[in-house]
């Protein structure tokens, strides 16, 4: 079956820092892969996509890639603000959205000024 | 325009009680899922609908679980006979052709069972 691995955290970076988050995916067939942020109080927002190898996704200065051959969609952000603390999720889509997302566990980041 | 809405936000009930969660999903969106997000077991899929119809309802955790949708629009979940369990945030997303795998979820409902 489908699953989502990420670092589970808390991941603590001070401002302008670099941020990397990984996680790695077992999948059936050519995914679709997506990170959902959820800012404290909020519900899920998606962050950003990608629907096939070596696309990008990008959003709010955030980046990650499609990385067939290691399975894999980190993601980065070259400078995090205070605004980015929030839980992050890795999730995919196999059925084209008929199977519902296969989510990670997310990732709690906290930003310290 | 508007979102995916939930009701209630916060539903608190005793053990045995049966619940009803709604979601009116975003005007026009085709699919509708519900997902259960729990501190132990992450977020986990329940169902999907296409329409009104469920073509798999075998991520439901027990048979105290249904769902249910109708004109292709607001869906019901219904919990039986509650659990202490059962406690975890329901959330509710909607997507539309032809970018169906992208999802806009809703705030959710905090189900607490005493």
Known sequence: GNSVTQMEGPVTLSEEAFLTINCTYT??????????????GEGLQLLLKATKADDKGSNKGFEATYRKETTSFHLEKGS?????????????????????????KG???IIQP | GAGVSQSPSNKVTEKGKDVE???????????LYWYRQSLGQGLEFLIYFQGNSAPDKSGLPSDRFSAERTGGSVSTLTIQRTQQEDSAVYLCASGYRPTLDTQYFGPGTRLTVL
């Open chain 1, 80 to 104: 995090v603000q205070v605004s980015d603390s929030a839980v992050y999720f890795c999730a995919l889509s196999s059925g084209g959205g008929a199977d519902g997302l296969t989510f990670g």
């Open chain 1, 107 to 109: 990732t709690h980041l």
């Open chain 1, 27 to 40: 999948a059936t067939g050519y995914p679709s892969l997506f990170w959902y942020v959820q800012y404290p």
């Open chain 2, 21 to 31: 969660l709604r979601c009116d999903p975003i005007s026009g969106h085709t699919a």
